[in-house]
């Protein structure tokens, strides 16, 4: 009986072994939800930091484009243009004739010719001051007709310069390009300025000259008037008329 016991309770135990040791080539799949969520948001947090990678390396992109638009430079001067033409103006006001655009000769000419120097010296001097003042005057008046002139020949070329700065302006890629095209806008503005008011200096010098004209004028009439009115009575001489008939 002992030893059937023994036997019972060894198979016994040998059946328990043999239900529970799974086989040797068995695999067992463990799914742990806690992880699996946690890889997830994991994997969710990577993939945005990417996006953004990829937002700032675009945008960093495009500023770069821009910078490049901002830093090119305006396809076209006028400046060679302007110059031209301030140069031209220029030399008509060197060419002033007999009373230069020259304090120092202003200064000459009417401490000679002109206020009370028109009426000192003898008769022929005065007369000989009279010529001069005469000829400052007309030269005077065809420097200004020149300068005039000159200027108006200067719009055409300006008109043009102006049309091609603004068609460059409102075309511009960048701020520069549009700053540049600003800049020589002001630059033709104060090119025009400049014929503006080397035309109203032409035409006030030729006014002024001939209004110095005028008044040296009265001047003189008041002393040849003096001279006439401090003269001995009339003395009667002989004259012979029609080939001393």
């Known amino acids: 009986m002992i030893k059937l016991r023994h036997l019972a309770a060894a198979s016994a135990v040998v059946l328990t072994l043999a239900v ?46 821009n910078q490049a638009r901002n830093l090119t430079n305006l396809p076209m001067s006028t400046l060679t243009q302007l110059q031209s033409s301030i140069t031209q103006t220029q030399s008509l006001l060197g060419q002033a004739q007999n009373i230069a655009f020259n304090v120092q000769r202003v200064q000459t000419a009417y401490s000679t010719s002109y206020g009370t120097a028109a009426g000192t010296g003898s008769t022929t001097a005065m007369v000989a001051n009279a010529q001069t003042r005469w000829q400052n005057s007309v030269a005077a008046f065809e420097d200004s007709l020149k300068i005039q002139a000159g200027v108006v020949g200067n719009i055409p070329t300006n008109s043009s310069a102006m049309t091609s700065l603004v068609t460059a302006s409102q075309s511009a890629t960048g701020a520069l390009q549009a700053a540049q095209a600003g800049n020589q806008l002001l630059a033709l503005q104060s090119q025009q300025l400049s014929d503006l008011v080397a035309v109203l200096s032409a035409k006030s010098r030729a006014d002024a000259l001939e209004q110095a004209r005028t008044a040296s004028a009265e001047a003189q009439g008041q002393q040849n008037y003096k001279t006439f009115a401090t003269r001995s009575g009339y003395q009667p001489g002989n004259v012979t008329m029609f080939n001393g008939n």
Not at 26 to 31: D, E, F, G, L, R
Not at 48 to 58: R, V
């Open 20 to 65: 529970a040791a799974p086989p040797a080539s068995a695999q067992w799949v463990v799914y742990d939800p806690t992880n699996f969520t946690q890889n997830v948001l994991t994997a969710a947090r990577e993939l945005q930091q990417i996006n953004n990678q990829i937002t700032m390396l675009t945008n960093q992109a495009t500023s770069l484009v």
